[in-house]
């Protein structure tokens, strides 16, 4: 999914604490192989305008997309993708790209998924490292280790509280948070934009114009889970926090 992941947790020993990480690593490599759009193999790179198959997790989080793009209007959009990758190749954002995102296009059906126009490429970056985290602390705790911190680029799932602590100290949004089975993630643009022609390009696109925004904002979201935390965050930066209110209060997260 084209990140870095780091895991801690408290095991009881050395030898369950080294089962744990790679349990834990191992989840998430399995899950890379269903949702990274980097991998042209994946389950979400095969999606297209036949019903496909998919597995569980794939659908779950597609599910789950759709749900934050109909309640957002439209500001997050897991079909972005036709967008996203001429972002990645520092090409201008065309209007044949943008006539190609349309989440009411993706049809999901009893685990079978399509597209509905030939072109259509669905890019789960602003949702599937939250869930990819919150999938990683469920095998640790089905491991009987419940006190972890999956960090995920911006996204970061805690678990139970270290011992001896309130929770899991933590940085986002300029500010100490202590956090305990809830999610934080972060959307901003300081790594990942480049300039081109004197204007200023961030990987943080609005799927309702087609365009890459050019202000400089970091939005953190505090959820009760990772890909609920990871989607509202994009949803977030996208359609401004005044305007997000409702939607934060649809799906029970805040900003921080």
């Known amino acids: 999914m084209g990140t870095l992941v780091g895991v801690t947790l408290y095991a009881r020993t050395a030898a369950e604490a080294r089962a744990g990480f790679a349990a834990a690593y191992g989840r998430i490599a399995a ?21 496909r198959r998919v597995s569980a997790e794939l659908y779950r989080v597609l599910v789950f997309a759709r749900g934050v793009s109909e309640a957002s209007g439209g500001a997050f959009d897991v079909t972005v993708g036709p967008l996203t990758r ?9 209007a044949e790209a943008r006539g190609l995102v349309n989440w ?42 419940s006190r972890a911190l999956i960090a995920a680029s911006g996204d970061i799932v805690c678990g139970d509280a270290p011992p001896g602590e309130k929770g899991w100290a933590v940085l986002a949004g300029g500010k100490r948070l202590v956090l305990r089975r809830a999610a934080v993630s972060t959307s901003g643009d300081s790594v990942q934009f480049f300039v081109a022609d004197g204007r200023r390009y961030s990987h943080i696109l ?51």
Do not use: Q
């Not at 899950?31 to 019903?51: C, F, H, K, Q």
């Open 31 to 51: 899950l890379n192989l269903m949702l990274s759009d980097y991998l042209a193999d994946s389950e979400v790179s095969l999606l297209g305008v036949t019903p």
């Open 86 to 94: 001429l972002w990645r190749g520092r090409l201008p954002l065309t």
């Open 104 to 145: 009411r296009e993706l049809h999901l059906e009893g685990g079978l998924v399509w597209l509905g126009r030939a072109g259509m490429r669905v890019d789960l970056g602003a949702i599937g490292k939250g869930f990819a985290a919150d999938e990683a602390l469920r095998v640790l705790r089905g491991m009987e280790i």
């Open 206 to 256: 609005d799927p309702r114009v087609g365009a890459s925004l050019s202000d400089v904002v970091e939005v953190s979201v505090v959820a009760g889970d990772g890909m609920t935390a990871d989607a509202l965050a994009t949803t977030v930066r996208v359609m401004g926090v005044g305007a997000a209110g409702v939607v934060l209060g649809k799906f029970g997260a805040r900003v921080v």
